[in-house]
């Protein structure tokens, strides 16, 4: 799997020199202005602790992009956003040639991912998200490194799948969209997914046969859990399913990156690879922050194998 050092990035001289003031940005995205949450006054009170801990989510919401303009998020987002230092530690580990991020939403895995990465390939079903991914990657002056398509995940893999079986270009139906045929020709060296867990309740969802979640141990003995909590189930990944997910992601590239609650049984997380095949590692790591264990990131193929490497030179 090809693998880069980091990009060299000065936020604020590249912010400077690409993009214009405030006004000129506003009138260029337009709506995404109106789906953004950007003041505390406009949380409900059970969202509020997701704005005081805007800075973990996004640390160029200190102002420090050379306009001091600020990161956009719209409801949703506030509360599934991959939190900042976890996007990098993944992204560290995903470092390579092309990365397709399957479920980009406004952007936080796909900014780190451009940091690490020859290129980003970036997509989301709601253009609004969309919009708002390209604003964030323009305040972290990453923009020119990552291909924002909107639409379907199922519909780009399902083409990109059929291509490569008719070893043949098809007429695709779904986007006259060039950089969607454009990147449909592409061979990616990591897919990483992070799919609709099921919105702020996922954590009432149960698999058919409940089972209580139990915190690994020993390397979890303070993971916090809460009172009868149960295994999440795989099956109420969207759009399709955990299993299905992987499956379609291990046709475009054996290095799959999934990013699932952190009461998934890993059993089941087992269940999804072949356990006599070539690829039947899985490397599972809980991602922690503020104290808490909020995900875990589960790789699979080369990245599975991967090994801590020296701090990468930033010159
Ligand atoms: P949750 O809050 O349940 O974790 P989200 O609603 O944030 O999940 O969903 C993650 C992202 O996936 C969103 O940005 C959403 O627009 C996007 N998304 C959902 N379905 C698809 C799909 N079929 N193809 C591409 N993106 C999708």
Same mark, same amino acid.
């Given at each position: ?173 779904? +986007? ?7 990147? @449909?020709? *592409? ?5 990483? =997914? !992070?799919?609709?867990? /099921? ?78 095949? +070539? ?7 809980? @991602?922690? *922050? ?5 995900? =875990? !990131?589960?790789?699979? /193929? ?14």
């Amino acid at each position: 799997m090809p693998r880069r050092k980091n990009r060299k990035t000065n936020v604020k001289r590249s912010y400077g020199q690409t993009f214009g003031t405030k006004e000129d940005e506003e009138e260029r995205s337009g709506d995404i202005y109106d789906h953004a949450l950007t003041e505390a006054d406009q949380f409900p009170e059970n969202m509020l602790k997701y704005w005081r801990q805007r800075r973990s989510l996004f640390t160029l919401f200190d102002g420090s992009s050379i306009t001091g303009e600020l990161p956009l998020l719209d409801r949703e987002s506030w509360y599934s956003i991959t939190p900042e230092p976890i996007a990098a530690r993944i992204a560290q580990r995903c470092r390579c040639g092309i990365v397709l991020d399957a479920f980009c939403g406004v952007g936080g895995n796909a900014i780190q991912f451009a940091l690490t990465c020859e290129r980003v390939i970036a997509i989301d079903i709601d253009p609004i998200k969309l919009e708002m991914a390209k604003h964030n990657a323009r305040v972290y002056g990453v923009e020119q490194y990552i291909t924002f398509l909107q639409g379907d995940w199922r519909e780009f893999s399902k083409a990109w799948i059929r291509d490569r079986d008719t070893n043949a270009l098809a007429a695709d139906k779904q +986007s006259d969209d060039l950089n969607w045929q454009k990147c @449909q020709q *592409l061979n990616f060296d990591v897919v990483f =997914l !992070s799919p609709p867990w /099921g919105g702020v309740s996922y954590r009432t969802l149960q698999s058919e046969t409940p089972q209580k979640f139990v915190p690994l141990a020993p390397a979890t003995p303070t993971i916090d859990v809460e009172q009868d909590e149960n295994f999440y189930p795989l099956s109420a990944l969207a759009p399709s399913g955990g299993k299905d997910l992987f499956e379609t992601a291990s046709k475009l590239t054996p290095n799959v990156c999934m990013f699932v609650p952190r009461t998934v049984d890993l059993q089941e997380l087992a269940s999804l690879v072949d356990k006599n095949g +070539s690829q039947s590692k899985i490397s599972v790591e809980e @991602q922690w *922050l503020r104290g808490r264990c909020k995900a =875990l !990131s589960c790789y699979f /193929g080369e990245l599975a194998e991967w090994k801590e490497e020296e701090e990468v030179d930033q010159e």
